[in-house]
T-cell receptor, first 115, second 118 residues
């Protein structure tokens, strides 16, 4: 079974609008971390935001916020006031448990911001 | 700003050649990783290391090998490259987790090495 599911292969958003990128996850661990990364066409992976399974507040980092719904096992990324530079591939990832060794990534969402 | 470097950024070679992809980090991180990514696809872990002289294979089977002789250096080697090895290879290192919890530390990535085997 997929541990991280991103159901939107591609998304379009108008500049200055907000956009939500979906991510659902599957784990039986109580302790886990959820991450979002941005990958521009140049190929590097840029860390955006982190949410821990025990965090009661939704994480926020500037224009990025994470809509964490634990019961639904979803961790959607919200980008407010989209900019042309936000056009990129976005990956949701999870790290499980206290002996976690790696991040498991979803298949990604290609976001295109339209002028 | 993460200090993790990969060379070469781009490499085009012929079948049968031996190649080494270099990865270095100056942050003193113990944990390092190699991921493989085909264009537009998810990342798959192929190797990881918890520290010097510690290396393990990841979830995706790979014919490559790695070594960790120094904390800052984690090179990946293909003894005989084939067209099926054409991919992007991303190196990463990880900060210690908060309060010792391993799951909280994010990965810092290098810029990647795009390998094309003809």
């Amino acid at each position: 079974a997929q541990k991280i599911t991103q159901t939107q292969p591609g998304m379009f958003v108008q500049e200055k609008e907000a956009v939500t990128l979906d991510c659902t996850y599957d784990t039986s661990d109580q302790s886990y971390g959820l991450f979002w990364y941005k990958q521009p066409s140049s190929g590097e992976m840029i860390f955006l935001i982190y949410q821990g399974s025990y965090d009661e507040q939704n994480a926020t980092e500037g224009r990025y916020s994470l809509n964490f719904q634990k019961a639904r096992k979803s961790a959607n990324l919200v980008i407010s006031a989209s900019q042309l530079g936000d056009s990129a591939m976005y990956f949701c990832a999870m790290r499980e448990g206290h002996s976690a060794r790696q991040l498991t990534f979803g298949s990604g969402t290609q976001l295109t911001v339209l002028p | 700003e993460a200090d993790i470097y990969q060379t070469p950024r781009y490499l085009v070679i012929g079948t049968g050649k031996k190649i080494t992809l270099e990865c270095s980090q100056t942050m003193g991180h113990d944990k390092m990783y190699w991921y493989q990514q085909d264009p537009g696809m998810e990342l798959h872990l192929i190797h990881y290391s918890y520290g010097v002289n510690s290396t393990e294979k990841g979830d995706l089977s790979s014919e490559s090998t790695v070594s960790r002789i120094r904390t800052e250096h984690f090179p990946l080697t293909l003894e005989s490259a084939r067209p099926s090895h054409t991919s992007q290879y991303l190196c990463a290192s990880s900060i210690p987790g908060l309060a010792g919890d391993a799951y909280t530390g994010e990965l810092f990535f290098g810029e990647g090495s795009r390998l094309t085997v003809l």
